[in-house]
């Protein structure tokens, strides 16, 4: 009994010997690395300035942007950035943004860089300098959400400042050398000290203008305009992304991301109270950026699988499978599928078009 035992393994030893030999065994490697969903994920936190203001980053990066609590990491993101299995996440945003504990759970599912600055404008100026291509840069003001999206709805790339007006009879001006100090007349509080190019007496007005190191010299606020800067017409430019007659995608201060998922449709934005007559075709993401975020992401992951499986095939009849084929592999890796909401005759015009 104990020969024929010593046959069986000795037999086993070479059968395996023989199977890891061949050629065939290429696919199992002990420790591989698995692949990402996508290769880049950005983290901002629940706030629209800096999900805006990295958009243009994370489009060229082929990535998504996930939105969080400045100080937790919500589960149902962390479940999100699991299944993705990303090989970096982006911080945007300082560790009051996004703090040091969200960075150090992140640091479980992938390596971790953060992009920031001491204010959104250093942020968005940090950013900026990152791009590959960059459009007409326009100088905006970074606390106006409609003003910021008036000027990406026209295809340039806004540059956040800060612009302060004043009423010149409640501020106390002490101009010494290149400086300026302000004070608040009432009760003599210091407001703050400026670089004397920064700051502009017109009628009425006492403006301050905080811009970042990036040359720009076009404006869509009339205010920074003062400074020099050529003022931008928002009312006689013409809308970008027509690939779409019907469909626009509703974007608000609590839903940012779907700026994103706008480049990637090249869809137009819906601002509400900017346009009317496609009432009947507007696709909404929710009012909680969190949601939001994970909702346009997930859109995002299944029509880049969608595409991926499409692949070269003309035949639209094809393209139903491929979505459902696309929902099934995601469903598998735990991605919330059940979020996908873009309209199949969206999809279909978006596959046309490419």
Known sequence: MVKWNNIFLVALSFTLLLFFSMGSVEGIVIGEEKPSLVDTVFITNDKWVDAIASTEYAYESGGIILQTESNELDPKVESLIKAIEPKKIVIIGGPLAVSNNVENKLKEYGTVVRIWGPTRVETNENILKLLKNKNTLVLVDSTNFSEVMGVISKGYTPVYCFITRY??????????????????????????????????EIPGSILILKCPNIS????????????????????????????????????????????????????PLYIEGREEGHENYIIEFG?????????????????KKTMELQGGNNDPSNLEQSLNEAKTQLWSKNIPVERYNIPYTCLEEYWRSQ
């Open 287 to 303: 009012e909680d950026p969190i949601n939001s975020s994970i909702n346009v992401a997930v859109n995002i992951l299944i029509i």
């Open 216 to 267: 720009a010299t076009y404006s869509s606020n009339r205010d920074i305009c003062e400074f020099g800067y050529s003022l931008v017409d928002l009312n006689s430019s013409t809308t970008i992304y027509c690939n779409s007659t019907k469909y626009r995608l509703l974007i608000s201060e609590d839903s940012p991301t779907v700026l994103l998922l706008s480049k990637y449709l090249k869809i």
């Open 167 to 200: 009423d010149p009879y409640e501020v106390i001006r002490v101009y010494e050398d290149n400086k300026v100090k302000l004070y608040n007349v009432k009760n003599r509080r210091f407001i703050g000290e400026y670089d004397k190019e920064n700051v502009l």
